[in-house]
């Protein structure tokens, strides 16, 4: 069981690895040329969904943000 948990947070931290490489690299992209994308805008939407929710919102936005570690 515990090999299989360990197997499962192996490719969840690789997954929000590429993740994080992706925003980032949209993120520089869109400050360098002119895009269609906005990925700073959709982050701030993301942001203000979970505030915007009221202390429940800020506790889960508290909870995503500790995934990230």
Known sequence: MKDALSNVNGWVTGLVTI????IV???FANILYDTSTTPILGI???VNSFVDAGLAGLLALIVF?????
Not at 19 to 22: D, G, I, L, N
Not at 65 to 69: I, L, V
């Open 44 to 46: 701030t939407n993301l």
């Open 25 to 27: 690299f949209f993120v």
């Open 19 to 22: 993740f994080k490489s992706v």
């Open 65 to 69: 943000a500790s995934f990230s570690k």
